[in-house]
Each structure stands twice: as C-alpha cells, then as structure tokens.
C-alpha cells in the first residue's frame, strides 16, 4: 500500500492513532474519556512542533528523494505508461502511424525533392559556373551550341570568367584492357571531346590517377583519357591497377590517366544538347581549332566567374563581347530579326530546369501533410486525454500531484511520439530508397540522393511538439478540475466538454480540407500525366523493338562495308518469324540522343540564324517501320544509293518553316556547306513526313531533316523491329541474328521502344507519383482522424445510444446518425477543400498539360474518392454503436 | 531542518533507544512509545510528539524504513522497521554509548 498524500496529512493521522490508542489505554484503565484524552495528550507534548518538524524533514526527503529517485520513477512511469499503451493497442497504433506516416513520406519525399530540386549540381564550383550559349531570342532558339572559334574569342576576351572549356558528345566504341570476360566485349560509349581544364573549372578531381594537364590537350601529345567511376566500375571492376594501361577509343589507343569520383560525370544529367551522361572523357584544345568558319556551332561551353563578379556581370561582359562580334561579323551577327546574343545561364538552372513550380506544389504538399499529421495526433490526443479523466481524477483524489501526472503524461506522449519518430525515420530511409528505384538513371540526380536531416529534424519537432503538448493538456485542465466532479461522471455535465469537443471537430473538418487539396492536386497530374501520355508523338513505338548496333571502324572501313553489313542484317530481321517490318535509322526519336545542325536551304536569304535542322539518317522503310505518316512526296527507296542523285525527306515543320505554302518535294538543300547553284551535291526533297516530338510531348522541338543511311554510310544505327503479334520474342531473335552474323559486335540498348520514349516521361511521372502518394498519405490520415473522432463519439455516448436501443430505437437508425455524422463533417471538408484547390490551383498551372487546374472532373472524381472512404471510415464506429448492449449499459 | 531533542535526554539518546525497540521487530510510533515506557518505567517521562521528528529524521537517513499498513481495528497505520544501515548505526551508537557510560563514570567515580 502506498501513499502518496502530502505529508502533513500523513502526520496528523500517526499523531491522531497514537493520541486515541493512549486514551483507549486510559480509558481501560479506569479513567473517564475527557480526562483520558487530557492525559494522552499532555504526553503528547508541543504537538504543533513536532508535526512541523515532521512536515519540514519530509519535504526535505522528498527532495533527496526526487534527486536520488528520479531515474527509478521515470522507469516507474515508463513501464506504468507501456502497460496503458498497451491496453489500448488500437489508439496506440493509430498514433503511431499517423506520426510514421506523417514523417517519413514528408521526410522521403522533401529529401528526394531537394537532392534533384534544390541541392543542384554535385561541383564544388556549381554556383559559379554557367552555361553559354548562343541565344536567338527571336527564333526560340534559346540554346544553340557554340563554334569552336566563339569560344575562343570569348576565351581570350573575357573578363568576367577566370576559366572556360569546352565540351563536344561522341560515341566511341570502346576496347581493351578488361581481358576476354563476357562483360569485356567491345562497347559503344560516350565519350566527350574536352577542354582538358574542364574538371578543374568544376572543381572535381580524380579518384585516381592524376587529372589533365593542359599539354594533354596540344596536338601531337600522349593519348590519353579519363574514366568515368560508372564505366570503372561496370567494365573494369573498380581496379584502381587501370590507371596507367592502355585502352582503345574509337580507333586510337589512349592510356588512362585518372578516374573521376562517382558523383563527377559530367555531364551528370543533360545541360542543353549534351544530354547523355559521359562514360569517358578525351583531352583537346578548342581553341586550337579556331577556323575561319563560324557556322559549325557544335559545342557547349562553360564559363566559371572570377570571385565576386555577379552572373549580371558576366551578363554585361558576354553582352560587350557580342557587340564586338556585330561589329567584326556584321552579316552573320547583327541580323537585327533574331536577336542573337550570348547568353549565360547557371548551370544549376541548367541541370534542374525550369522546377520552381515542382518545388513549390511539392513543398505545399509537404506542409500540408505535416499540418494534417499535427492535427490528427492532436486530435487523437485530445480523445484519449478525455477518455483518461477519470483515471486521472482519481489518481489526484489519492494525492497524486499536478507534477507527478504531467511527468507521467509526458511520459506517456514522449514514448508515443519517440516510437513513431523511429518509425518515420524507418519509413523515410525506405522512402527515399524506394523513390530512387523508382526512377534512377530517368531523373537527374535522383541516385544522389539521401535523407535531409534538416527535413526530417523539422518533421520530427512538429510532430512530437505536438503531440507533448496535446499529450499535456489533460494534466493541466486536470489541475484545475474539481476531482469530484470527473469522479461524479462529468462526460454529460462539463461544460468545457462540448468545447472539446467543436475542437476535435473542427480539426477534423480541416483535415479533411487538407487531404482534399492535397488530392485535387494529385489527381490533376495524374490526369494531366495520362493526357500527356496519350499526346501524339508523331511515331508508334508499340509493337517494336529496338536494338543499337555499332559497327567498328576498323573493321568497317568503308561505306560499301558498312552498308553490306547492315542490308544483310534488315533483311534476316525482315525474314524473322512474326516480323512486320525492320528498318534503321540514327538517332532514335526521344531517345536522348541528339543530332541538330546547320543546314543551307536553296534560296534563303543569308545571314543568322543559319537554316537549323534536328538530323537523322534513315534506311528505306524506316517510316513504314514506324508509322510516321508520309504526306507529301516518297520515303526512302533501295534505290536511293551511292551516285543516284543526292535526297532527303524533311517533316512537315522543316517544310512550313523554309516553304510556306509550297510542296517541298523537289527543293534543294545542302547539309554540308554552301554550293554553287549547278553542283551536284545538292541534296534533293522527295518527300515531307510528320512531325516527331524528340524532346518529348511537351516540346515541339525545330525542324527535321532526314538524310538516307544508303547514301551517307553510318557505323551506329538503330534497327527497329516490329512486330505482327506480341514483341516478347523479339530481343532473343535479334540478339541470335546478330550473332549469327558477327559474334564479337556489342549489342545496346536492346528493348522495346516504348521503354526507352518512357524515359522522356520520366520527370512528368515522377512528379505525379510524389504527390499521389501524398494524396494518398493524406486521405489515409484523414480518415483515421475521422473514424477516431467518430469511434471516440460513439464511446461517449454509449449511453445515450444503449437507452435509445432499450426504448426501441432500431440500429438501422443509429447506423445511420452516425454514418451520417461522419459525412456531414467529410462533406463540409469536401466543400472547404475544393474551395481552397480553386484558390491553390492556379500555382499548379505550370505544371499541368491539356487541363486547367479547374477541371471539373478531377474535383469530381476525388470528392467520390473522398465520401467512400469518408463512408468506410464512419462505418466502422457506426457498426460498434448499433452492438451496444443495452441492457449491461443500463446497469453500469 | 532539524529538531531539538527532549531536554531530559542527551542528544542523540532518544535515536539509540527508537534503534533498540525497532531492533525487537517493526513497530508504529504509539508502539515504539509504549515499549518505551513499559521498559522503563515510564521513567525517562519522554515527549511522546517528539519521538515522530526523531522517526522522521532516522527515515531520512535511511536507518529504518516506512511503510502504510492497516491495523486490526481498520485504521492505516505507519510502521517502521530498522533497515541494514539502522543495525549497523545501533551497534556503533551501542558501543559509543557504553564507552561514554564507562568514561562518564570514571570521572564521577574519581576521588
């Protein structure tokens, strides 16, 4: 038996027993009660003082013993507070998982978010390099590559940047060095052609070996190159020994130097036109190849700023440069309808992109569902405080004080919220490791990402503040409630429980509002997604497979060879069992690799912008093969061969764009540079195709122009098979075609076409995927919050309900009270939601594609989304109310 | 914080005579009071309020220990009961008590 009454209490009651014991003792012997009490008390001596200092010497132990004892009571009350959680293991679950679910998807997705939103690039000197480029504001040519002799004019003139490289995409096949394993087959990589002070500029330095040199980039100097830590590690099994051996690019043989850290792939994710990330990097000096030519704009360049000069600074200075270009090259620069100029921009815009609108829906979404998660713990807490008062009243009407149950409730809410912070920093790592399978090698930068402390520290405190606050309240209205009262049944009598109650309401409702705008937002990309999925790419990839061949030069070194190779090749696929067609081309559409260039366009006025194209070479039936609609002219013949005249096919943009409103059958044009007006090399149009969105279905994209593989050999090509019925067997087919003819040629990228569009996508899923599990995460708790709110009601009134079924009030109808009371509140959060979506939902627009943020059929859609689950949440506790037993109500 | 003794007994002597009688087995002030007064005679004629600073104090220290328990007639009653440390401060105060005697009494015998 324990007490834990004040000690002045316990004093009088020994004093009290010891004076009465005396005067029974008295008494016994023959006293008369007044005189024996007298006497017992006269022994008693200075009572007062003795029971102060009994008073002064507990308290002082009581001290002593909170110093000494603190640690014990605290286990006391932790192991008191398990076993109250574990009584109610149905609200303690709920708690639990709100908190989880409220920080690890908030924390997951935020850091996710920020790595490829935020953090920007992986470079050291990232926030002081830009991008520059050739800008033809007036075209919608924003970011043209730049020619070898711009950049070095701006190399040698410029004085806002204190180092500028430049950078040129190749695809090299790749041998040597790896022994004769079967990952050791020669290989098409990508390699960049740069300026060998490139890393230096960014601030990276090899792992190992040494990086370049500036003489590596002299002409006439040691081979050499660099090794990107994904190729190290893929082909060469991260043996640091490769440094120093001799592998062969293309056909040279170059020694490597060095291999660059894994975060270092520069380009890790695509700046402009560089788009594929570099396998492996090649030194050369630029500058040296200073021609007179301007118009062979094939480069990206970086430019890093001195320290302290501003990105308008290096505006102005790109600005001054460009005028002096006017001046020199008045014909080619200072067209004054294209507004050329140079242009810089930050290399960090470059890489994320245009995403401010990403990242402002994203981290809404991220408070929103933080402040849901508040409000449902809050609300869960403010239950159980109230379910708990008569424990409490109790427990202070044995002499618990105010402090011990704000220790014990503390306690109890510490564990609470500390239990579900450890499992939402569980959810979170799984999060982010999850998001990153999710689309690794689609999303730049994703697989560097990993938790954000500071994110999942702010989670963390919302929540567990929170829930220690909310946690507290019952103690701190406990200290102040009349225990007899709370004791005297005080759930219908209370006048603050009706409060509680509109509170526990309205944070119900707001939820729900919450949820609903998180949802609209959600279900509007997810619309907005399969709009843009189903936009018209100008080509069907279903049904066909794709395979990347790359011949070797060496090998093939001629173009009779190269073409003998793949005719065979297109008719042994032709000949496969269940094939409808196969044709081949470079480079695939929206594959990611690019092909753009100048072209000279049969009586266009001079001047710049040149006539600029996106290039393919194609073989005959490659349109056929891919049902792009020809509609005008032919497409490519068997016949259109080597020393027939020169032809080409361009789309119908290319066509509007340099003959408006003619056929562009029968013009000429020249890819390779001017001519004269009699020369054979004029490249003949036969015939004009649709459109291909090769920047995927949000970009148009210029112009296109095709040019014939029979009459422009090309060692890499695209074969793309199709179909008649299902592709599935397609891959081995050509894998063993393949083989058959040549077993040491390496094989990429084989799949089904559809797989490598998907990639374009990518972004656009990604997003619509992070917040449909927001939405998801958002219903889910507010639901639970709803079916709480209504579970705890029913308890209530348990009562009332038991009576109502004891006078002959039918279930049905209870059912539906509450049922009805959970929708009444759902469909207020509904209305409240959908009117804070309309007002949220503008921000969307950027993001969204083919609907407006209005779209009546989202909202919709999501407010029956939401009156189910409002439905099945209510249904629960509703269910329990009509199971009531009146008759054990009634006699409790 | 601390509480003056009984003016007929030397300081600290009601301490050694609380450690004896709870020695004897656990008991409640009123009986500690009692076994007092029948060893005695009644003739030490202690204040019986003091003894409950001095059970107090002696709890602090850790020499007995407390607990609430119910009486035959139905009323909560604390007993105490010595502690390890209580026997071991009732030996140590027993033979100090026994050299002051021994020492007080040379003096008084001395001629």
């Known amino acids: 038996m324990r007490d834990d009454r004040p000690p002045p209490h316990q004093i009088d009651d020994e004093i009290a027993f010891h004076i009465e014991m005396q005067t029974r003792r008295y008494v016994a012997a023959g006293l008369d009660p007044h005189a024996a009490r007298e006497r017992a008390l006269r022994r008693m001596g200075d009572i007062d003082r003795a029971r102060n200092a009994c008073t002064l010497i507990s308290l002082a132990k009581e001290t002593d013993m909170e110093r000494t004892a603190w640690s014990q009571g605290l286990r006391q009350d932790a192991v008191y507070a398990w076993r109250v959680l574990r009584k109610t293991p149905a609200f303690t679950a709920t708690v639990l998982l709100t908190i989880a679910m409220g920080i690890g998807a908030t924390t997951a997705i935020f850091s996710v978010v920020n790595t490829v939103l935020l953090r920007g690039a992986p470079y050291p000197n990232a926030d002081r390099v830009a991008v520059v480029w050739n800008s033809y504001a007036a075209t919608g040519l924003s970011e043209a590559a730049v020619a070898a002799a711009e950049f070095a004019d701006i190399r040698d003139t410029s004085k806002a940047f204190d180092a500028v490289a430049a950078l040129r995409p190749q695809t090299t096949s790749l041998s040597g060095a790896c022994g004769s394993g079967p990952g050791c087959e020669p290989e098409r990589v990508t390699s960049y052609v740069v300026s060998p002070n490139l890393f230096d500029l960014l601030g990276v330095t090899p792992s190992h070996g040494r990086p370049f040199a500036a003489a590596d980039g002299v002409t006439g100097a040691p081979q050499v190159v660099l090794l990107s830590d994904a190729l190290w590690q893929r082909r060469f099994g ?355 690799d690019g092909w753009g260039g100048t072209v000279i366009v049969e009586n266009q006025p001079a001047g710049l912008p040149e006539p600029h194209a996106e290039y393919a070479v194609a073989m005959p039936g490659y349109f056929s093969t891919l049902r792009i609609p020809v509609v005008d002219g032919r497409e490519f013949a068997d016949s259109d061969v080597t020393g027939t005249m020169l032809v080409a096919v361009v789309d119908e943009e290319f066509a509007r764009q340099y003959w408006p409103g003619e056929s562009a059958v029968g013009k000429r044009i020249s890819p390779f540079g001017p001519l004269p007006a009699n020369d054979p090399r004029w490249t003949t149009v036969v015939g004009v195709v649709g459109h291909v969105r090769n920047g995927g279905p949000r970009k148009a994209g210029e112009g296109q122009l095709y040019l014939p593989a029979l009459q422009k050999p090309e060692l890499t090509l695209y074969f793309v098979v199709r179909a008649t019925g299902s592709d599935q067997p397609l891959p081995a087919a050509i894998r063993q075609t393949v083989r058959s003819l040549d077993s040491q040629l390496p094989i990429g990228r084989l799949s089904a076409t559809r797989a490598l569009v998907g990639r374009l996508l990518a972004r656009e899923r990604f997003n619509m995927l992070l917040l449909s599990i927001f939405g998801g995460v958002a219903l889910t708790i507010a639901a639970v919050g709803l079916y709480g709110l209504l579970a705890f009601l029913v308890t209530q009134r348990t009562r009332e309900i038991g009576i109502r079924l004891a006078l002959g009030g039918r279930p049905g109808r209870i059912l539906r009270t509450v049922i009805g009371e959970g929708l009444a509140l759902s469909s207020l959060g509904l209305v409240l939601g959908c009117a804070s979506a309309l007002l949220a939902a503008p921000a969307l627009r950027g993001l969204l594609f083919g609907i407006e943020p209005t779209d009546p059929l989202t909202y919709a859609g999501i407010a029956g989304v939401l009156l189910v689950v409002a439905a099945a949440a209510s249904y629960l506790p509703a269910r329990r109310a009509t199971r009531i037993d009146p008759v054990s109500v009634l006699r409790n | 914080m601390t509480t003056p003794g009984p003016g007929a007994l030397p300081q600290g002597t009601l301490d050694l005579l609380i450690l004896k009688t709870l020695a004897r087995g656990p008991r409640h002030g009123y009986g500690v009071a009692r076994w007092i007064e029948d060893t005695t005679d009644d003739a030490l004629s202690i204040e019986e309020g003091s003894l409950y600073p001095a059970l107090y104090r002696m709890e602090r220290r850790g020499w007995i220990s407390a607990t609430w328990k119910r009486s035959d007639i139905g009323k909560a009653i604390k007993v105490y009961e010595l502690t390890d440390s209580g026997r071991a401060e009732l030996r140590s105060r027993t033979a100090e008590w026994g050299s002051l005697i021994t020492a007080v009494g040379k003096v008084l015998r001395a001629r």
């Open chain 1, 238 to 592: 991260a043996d640091p020994s490769i440094v120093g051996q001799t592998i062969t690019v293309g056909a040279v043989s170059r020694t490597v130097v060095g291999v660059m850290p894994a975060g270092a792939r520069f380009p890790d994710a695509p700046v402009g036109f560089l788009r594929t990330p570099a396998d492996l990097w090649i030194p050369y000096g630029w500058e040296q190849s200073r021609k007179d030519s301007r118009g062979n704009q094939m480069l990206g360049m970086l430019a890093r700023r001195r320290a302290g000069v501003s990105i308008e600074q290096a505006s102005a200075d790109l600005d001054a440069i460009a005028a002096g270009f006017r001046q020199q090259y008045a014909n080619r620069y200072a067209r004054p309808d294209v507004q050329w100029r140079l242009k810089a921009v930050p290399i960090n815009d470059q890489i994320v992109g245009d995403v401010r609108t990403s990242l402002i829906v994203l981290l809404g979404a991220v408070g929103v569902v933080l402040l849901i998660t508040c409000a449902n713990v809050a609300n869960l807490m403010l239950a159980r405080g109230t379910a708990r008062r008569r424990e409490l009243a109790v427990r202070s009407a044995l002499g618990a004080g105010r402090g011990r149950l704000v220790r014990q409730l503390l306690i109890e809410a510490a564990m609470l919220v500390t239990a579900g912070g450890v499992l939402g920093i569980g959810l979170a790592l799984a999060g982010v490791r999850g998001l990153i399978a999710l689309d690794a090698g689609n999303i730049p930068l994703l697989d560097h990402a990993g938790i954000d402390v500071t994110v999942l520290g702010f989670a963390i405190a919302v929540t567990v503040l929170t829930g220690l606050l909310v946690g507290l309240a019952p103690a701190l209205r406990q200290s102040t409630a009349d225990p007899q009262i709370a004791l005297g049944g005080a759930e219908r009598t209370a006048g603050d429980g009706s409060i509680r109650h509109r509170l526990r309401r309205v944070l119900v409702v707001g939820e729900v509002t919450m949820a609903v705008v998180v949802l609209v937002a959600a279900g509007l990309l997810v619309r907005s997604f399969a709009r843009m999925a189903a936009t018209p790419i100008g080509f069907d990839p279903d049904g066909t497979v794709v395979a990347q061949i790359a011949l070797p030069r060496a090998q093939y070194n001629d173009g009779g060879k190269i073409l003998a190779f793949q005719r065979e090749l297109l008719d042994r696929f032709r000949a496969l069992p269940g094939t409808a067609g196969a044709s081949a081309v470079f480079p695939l559409p929206m594959s990611g």
